[in-house]
């Protein structure tokens, strides 16, 4: 149902086209109480055309929307026949297009009902003794309601006019200016300027249902509720019952490559019975064999032989990893993948939509794999994630960026009386005995050390596991200091090593930093303390804008956090958290991942299993193992 036709309001048209309503001063007493100043509250108020163009973009989808911003409406006419007016804030408009207000003011609460409609919905900015009528009557209950809630409609005005409205879904445009746009787009190589797709893959749990696409504005919409978009990330917590298990629907798809690995095998031990060629695309092929249908276990033939594969992938991927510097540049076509978690079985459900016809080599694969760490940990299956991707690393170097996250190093990943189980280095003490297991260990987080830690998209997007290193003031060299050849890897993020103190605090801001969220404090440059501990830090808006501006990036993609939706768009959808992994750690939350292509940000979700949590073990003591484990011991750089 479109908007009535309604004529210009009378105040608007005594201005005189053209003109402008003047500025109004500020009323410092007013500000003081209320927190908030006339133009703040000017910012999030919305005028009737305003709605209507809205309407026009995204039609029905409008309505759930535009709940808490705030309108100008008419109340009534006094006795000299002049219209009267208020300031009231939208609850809900009805798809009739009548309007049910919040009750903010001392009237309305004791009224105890507050409703207008669009045609009584002002086009003129309120006048500052509306404003000053307004904050008089506002219930001092209210107070705080108010000013959180025009801070949130700040944000989600920004969001709805640079991801919702950026693209109308329902605004379609001419076959001939859409012949044009697209020979525009294909004219040049790289777009001007990105755009998040209107539509979003949600993944079913279940193979026998096809995928559903909703619009962006679904999904914002969910996230946003009626307590706007900056409310706490809390994981689904809805019990439901277990579905059925899954068919298998990542095995093996072609049989040649079964029977040609085979071969290849038999003829590289007759060639040399000792030591035969390393072949990556054998360790995928072992882990996939290992695999039940559902991917929630594995089961090897041969133990010791999977080991030595898994030692010789190793050496053949720090080989490749060491040549390659800590800042990476990716072109699009790209899919974005956050936290996988040692969760095999989403990491190879998202594989699967992206490698097409089971190409294990990455032949005919054009789309890039950018990964943006924590590979290992909190899962039970660490060791095969983490070795799948390093073989396929192996396989087509040019063709996936693995970055390092906080979980990347051995003081994490070897905690094991904070993981327990889940730890990665039990796991691998676990699967291969005490002396092979710690072999396995040291030996990936060699690899983990060299490598790199951020990467660019079309020098657009911005990729990190974390978030931004710290910036202090003085001429910003951040990114060029990361780039520099000569600055040093760091085997061990968080330690005592006096030596490369600030490229390893560089490095740590990178791995561990989140952004900061309302309200928390930061210093004039943007960042603030951060309560995971107290060498890591937060990033708020201003540090996101100056990083932006200085380097000429739009987006920022980074990992690290668990999202109930398994993606996040934050600090004005700059910030996009990617999170790969559902029911993380017992919680029902779904699992995310993000394609970059042809100026598109297209996101993917994976709902969640909505199995019945399982129970948590404890931390795994030296009793438990027998013995202490020896701590890692880096080998020297060769």
């Given at each position: ?6 004529p ?28 908030i ?5 000017q ?6 055309e ?40 939208i ?14 003011t001392?009237?309305?609460?004791r009224v ?5 409609n ?21 219930s ?5 309601n108010?000013v ?9 005005l920004t ?15 001419k ?45 914002l ?7 706007g ?13 277990a ?24 003829q ?5 019975p ?45 080989e ?15 899919v ?23 190409d ?16 290992v940990?909190?899962?039970?299956f660490?060791l ?8 396929l ?23 094991m ?20 297991g ?43 200091t ?27 801001d990178?791995?561990?930093s ?9 210093d ?18 201003r ?12 987006y920022?993609?980074r990992a ?11 600090d ?6 990617i ?38 073990k404890?931390p ?19």
């Amino acid at each position: 149902m479109d908007p009535p036709q309604v004529p210009q309001s009378p105040q608007q048209s005594t201005l005189g086209e053209g003109s402008t309503v003047p500025p109004f001063p500020s009323v410092p007493g007013f500000k003081t109480e209320l927190g908030i100043s006339i133009e703040q509250l000017q910012a999030v108020t919305i005028n009737r055309e305003k709605l209507s163009d809205w309407h026009h973009k995204i039609r029905s989808r409008l309505f759930p929307l535009v709940s808490g911003f705030y309108v100008r409406c008419r109340v009534e006419d006094s006795s000299d026949g002049k219209a009267l007016y208020k300031i009231g804030r939208i609850k809900t408009l009805k798809p009739d297009w009548s309007v049910e207000l919040d009750l903010l003011t001392v009237d309305e609460i004791r009224v105890g009902r507050n409703n207008t409609n669009y045609d009584c919905i002002s086009n003129a900015k309120f006048t500052q003794q509306e404003y000053v009528s307004w904050c008089q009557k506002l219930s001092p209950d209210m107070l705080s309601n108010v000013v959180n809630t025009v801070a949130r409609m700040e944000e989600r005005l920004t969001m709805l006019e640079t991801i919702v409205l950026v693209e109308p879904a329902f605004a379609g445009k001419k076959k001939e200016e859409r012949k044009q746009d697209t020979a525009a787009t294909a004219a040049s190589n790289l777009p001007e300027k990105y755009t998040f797709s209107q539509n979003v893959l949600l993944c079913g749990d279940e193979e026998r249902l096809m995928p559903t696409t909703v619009t962006i504005v679904d999904l914002l919409q969910n996230a946003i509720g009626q307590k706007g978009v900056a409310e706490p990330d809390t994981p689904r917590a809805a019990q439901a019952a277990a579905t059925g298990t899954r068919p298998r629907s990542f095995d093996e798809a072609v049989a040649s490559n079964s029977t040609m690995l085979q071969l290849q095998d038999m003829q590289n031990y007759l060639n040399s019975p000792v030591a035969p060629p390393v072949d990556p695309s054998r360790l995928i092929e072992m882990i996939r064999r290992a695999a039940n249908p559902t991917f929630t276990g594995f089961s090897y033939d041969n133990l010791p032989d999977f080991c030595k594969l898994v030692l010789a992938v190793c050496n053949m991927c720090r080989e490749q990893v060491s040549r390659e510097p800590l800042f990476v540049r990716v072109q699009s076509p790209c899919v974005v993948f956050g936290d996988i978690h040692g969760n095999f079985a989403d990491m190879a459900y998202f594989l699967e939509k992206v490698v097409a016809f089971d190409d294990i080599m990455l032949k005919y694969t054009t789309t890039h794999l950018l990964f943006l760490g924590d590979y290992v940990d909190r899962g039970t299956f660490s060791l095969e994630c983490v070795m799948y991707l390093m073989a396929l690393k192996c396989i087509a170097p040019g063709k996936v960026t693995l970055l390092r996250g906080n979980h990347e190093s051995p003081e994490v990943n070897g905690d094991m009386d904070v993981y327990g189980y889940s730890s990665f280095k039990y796991q691998c003490l676990d699967k291969f005995g005490r002396e092979k297991g710690l072999e396995v260990w040291v030996a990936v987080n060699e690899v983990f050390q060299f490598l790199p830690v951020i990467a660019d998209i079309d020098k657009k997007i911005f990729a990190v596991h974390g978030g931004l290193p710290q910036y202090m003031g003085g001429d910003d060299k951040r990114l060029e200091t990361l780039s520099d050849p000569n600055f040093p890897r760091v085997p061990v993020v968080q330690c005592n090593d006096p030596s490369n103190v600030t490229q390893r605090m560089m490095i740590n801001d990178l791995l561990w930093s989140d952004p900061a969220g309302p309200g928390h404090p930061v210093d004039k440059y943007g960042f603030g303390p951060n309560p995971r501990g107290p060498d890591i830090k937060t990033f708020g808006s201003r540090a996101v804008d100056m990083f932006c501006e200085r380097y000429g990036y739009q987006y920022i993609f980074r990992a690290h956090q668990e999202k109930a939706d398994g993606l996040r768009l934050s600090d004005n959808a700059r910030v996009v958290t990617i999170f790969s992994t559902s029911d993380y750690a017992g919680h029902q939350n779904g699992a995310g991942c993000i394609l970059v292509h042809n100026g598109k940000i297209r996101m993917a979700i994976k709902k969640p299993c909505r199995q019945e949590p399982k129970e948590a073990k404890g931390p795994v003591s030296p009793r438990t193992l027998g013995k202490s484990v020896p701590a890692f011991m880096p080998r020297v750089k060769r």
